[in-house]
């Protein structure tokens, strides 16, 4: 699997449900045309989505703007075009879990990163994506906008 080193934010935050502290990840505020995914059973980073060069951002951009408007939040969607990785589904925007408890009721993280980490991150790959027919793809695009 073809992987990328990235620059990432470090933000730290506290769970109130089990007062642990820990880390979560973003990307910088200069970082164009990329997309950190995290693993949606528990908020954890997972990969990284190069959008500008990829022909599957593209494709889901135009079923979004058709199926959910040109307004619409592309990131809720991204998750559906990405394979799992081992077996885990993935999305970007998500909550961040506390690796203790799991609980997502978690206190501000830092708005300012302290600091910056490197992290070896996979590519995001499309197989499941592009064995589906244009309509397949539409209507799992549609399923989450709940149009």
Same mark, same amino acid.
């Given at each position: 699997?073809?992987?990328?080193? !990235?620059?990432?934010?470090?933000?730290?935050? #506290? @769970?109130?449900? @089990? *007062?642990?502290?820990?880390?979560? %990840? =973003?990307?910088?505020?200069?970082?164009?045309? %990329?997309?950190?995914?995290?693993?949606?059973?528990?908020?954890? !980073? =997972?990969?990284?989505?190069?959008?500008?060069?990829?022909?599957?951002? %593209?494709?889901?951009?135009?079923?979004?703007?058709?199926?959910?408007?040109?307004?619409?939040?592309?990131?809720?969607?991204?998750?559906?075009?990405?394979?799992?990785?081992?077996?885990?589904?993935?999305?970007?925007?998500? *909550?961040?879990?506390?690796?203790?408890?799991? *609980? *997502?009721?978690?206190?501000?993280?830092? &708005?300012?990163? &302290?600091?910056?980490?490197?992290?070896?991150?996979?590519?995001?790959?499309? #197989?499941?994506?592009?064995?589906?027919?244009? #309509?397949?793809? #539409?209507?799992? !695009?549609?399923? @989450? %906008?709940? =149009?």
């Amino acid at each position: 699997m073809e992987t990328d080193n !990235v620059t990432v934010a470090v933000l730290r935050g #506290e @769970c109130v449900d @089990c *007062s642990r502290d820990f880390v979560s %990840y =973003a990307l910088p505020d200069l970082s164009y045309g %990329y997309k950190l995914l995290q693993f949606v059973n528990d908020g954890s !980073v =997972a990969a990284v989505l190069r959008c500008l060069d990829n022909p599957v951002v %593209y494709e889901l951009l135009d079923i979004v703007a058709k199926v959910a408007g040109n307004k619409a939040d592309v990131n809720v969607a991204v998750g559906i075009c990405c394979d799992p990785i081992n077996g885990k589904s993935m999305g970007v925007g998500l *909550s961040p879990k506390c690796p203790a408890c799991g *609980s *997502s009721n978690v206190d501000e993280f830092d &708005s300012q990163p &302290s600091q910056m980490a490197v992290l070896e991150l996979p590519h995001v790959t499309h #197989e499941l994506w592009e064995r589906q027919s244009r #309509e397949g793809r #539409e209507q799992a !695009v549609r399923r @989450c %906008y709940g =149009a």
